[in-house]
Each structure stands twice: as C-alpha cells, then as structure tokens.
C-alpha cells in the first residue's frame, strides 16, 4: 500500500505539536535555526542527530520503517532555509503518521497489524510513504494453510497411488486372461493311431501319461 504524501505533513507541523499513541498530543522537536552546511553529507548528519528514524532503520510504534531522503534534495536544502524549514517539519510529522496509520490499521475489518512503513523524499521533495499489513502476524493462518496443503498433497498422493495400482492390476488380470485364452497347436507323427493320440495327450498335459492311460485308447476303440 503506497500513498503520496504533500506538504500537508507540513501543515501538521504549523502548530508545533506531534499526535502520540493514545492522541496524546505534546511539542514537536523544535526547528533547528536555519544555516548554512558545507555539504550535504554534514546537513544528513544535522538530521541524523535531530531525527532518530531518519537515514536509518528503527522500530515506530512497534513498525518497522525507514526514511530516507534523496542526496540531491539535501543539497538543495543546506544553504536555503525555506528548503530546510520545509524538509525538517515533513520529517518531523513522519513519526506522527507511521504511528497513526499503525493505530487505525487495527481498527480495520480483521485487525491487521501494520508490518513494516517508509518515508522517501525525491530530488525535487515529492514525498512518497509506502506501508504494509497484514491478519496473520504470526504466522498461524499461513502455518494452516500450509498443513491444509500438505495434507491435500498427501490425500492426492494417496488416490494417484491407488489408481495406479488398480490400473497395474487390471492389466495383469488382462495379461492372464490372455495367456488362458491363448490355443497352443500340439503335433505327433507316426504310423499307428493308437500311439499319436497317446503322444498328442502326453504333449498337452506336459507330463509322461503312457503308463495312467496304458490301453485305455484300445478300450474306447
């Protein structure tokens, strides 16, 4: 979420006062006099002292942020005091809006947390805030989603693995069935009928039945 903030931030300051957690309202940090620096770095470093979230990485009402502002606006501003008077009272109403956008976050539908806010000023001192949020700062909607997952994953791997096997057995089934259905041709040669068919029968059982069937061919005939 990103939003694009004027010089309203500036008008905020005009009463010299900053809005706390709670609406508790107490004095801004005062202007420094406005002078001259010898570069931009020794203003950044003017700034650094005065403002504890500008250049670096800090915690605002429990959020994350960061604020920056571009090398090439502090120059602008390090000899020219409207410049200054405009940047210093944009930066000192940055801690008012993170902590307000962070208390009004939590009033919205689901509670949200605000997870992390930044504040960067252009070359030209456009000023841009950027912010998120989120309903699950802890993490235990996404670790259900994830065993949600997981275990639909799992079911999945389940009922692939089931087919698979009945699709693996019918087709043995088949294969079987095939090899029963499968006619082999057997042949004997001689020259008496009697023995041929004892030959014929013997091929076909695969086993030797001349003695179990000794003239039982002569008895049917």
Do not use: W
Request: net charge positive.
């Amino acid at each position: 979420m990103g939003m694009e903030v004027t010089s309203a931030a500036a008008r905020l300051m005009e009463n010299r006062t900053e809005t706390k957690a709670g609406g508790q309202k107490v004095a801004a940090p005062a202007a420094a006099e406005t002078r001259s620096y010898a570069s931009a770095a020794d203003y950044a470093k003017e700034l650094m002292k005065r403002f504890d979230y500008f250049g670096r990485q800090t915690k605002i009402n429990g959020v994350p942020t960061t604020v920056s502002v571009s090398p090439a606006f502090l120059e602008k501003c390090r000899n020219d005091p409207e410049k200054q008077k405009f940047l210093e009272s944009n930066l000192a109403a940055m801690k008012a809006g993170v902590e307000y956008v962070s208390r009004r976050t939590r009033m919205l539908p689901g509670n949200p947390v605000m997870t992390h806010a930044s504040y960067s000023v252009d070359a030209n001192g456009n000023i841009t805030m950027c912010g998120g949020c989120t309903n699950d700062p802890d993490g235990k909607i996404a670790r259900e989603n994830a065993e949600k997952r997981a275990r639909k994953q799992k079911e999945e791997a389940k009922r692939t693995e089931k087919l698979r096997a009945k699709k693996l057995a019918e087709r043995r089934a088949k294969e079987k069935a095939k090899e029963k259905a499968r006619e082999t041709e057997y042949r004997a040669t001689g020259r008496s009928a009697a023995q041929l068919a004892e030959s014929l029968l013997r091929q076909m059982s695969g086993r030797d039945l001349r003695e179990e069937t000794a003239g039982l061919f002569d008895a049917l005939i």
